[in-house]
């Protein structure tokens, strides 16, 4: 990975902490980080959202469009 890649990787970490901090503490889930390729940022959601049928609208709504706001080349997938 470049340094740009690294740094990415670094603010998509805390974003993704930050958003799952405000999942945990009003909806009883969790957000976690697992990986970064340069152009798909990977996220695992646990907790309360785990079957959930709101379970697609958290992750693409919520996680991805957040994500989206301050990186939007960046794809969002959920690793089962």
Avoid at 48 to 65: F, I, Q
Wanted: proline share 4%.
């Amino acid at each position: 990975m470049v340094a740009a890649e690294v740094n990415q990787e670094t603010q998509l970490r805390g974003l993704v902490d930050k958003l799952s901090a405000y999942v945990e503490q009003f909806h009883g889930g969790t957000v976690e980080f697992v990986s970064f390729d340069g152009e798909t940022v990977k996220v695992r959601l646990g907790g309360a959202c785990l079957n959930c049928p709101l379970l697609p609208s958290t992750l693409h709504g919520w996680v991805e469009g957040t994500i989206h706001q301050f990186f939007p080349k960046v794809k969002v997938a959920e690793q089962k």
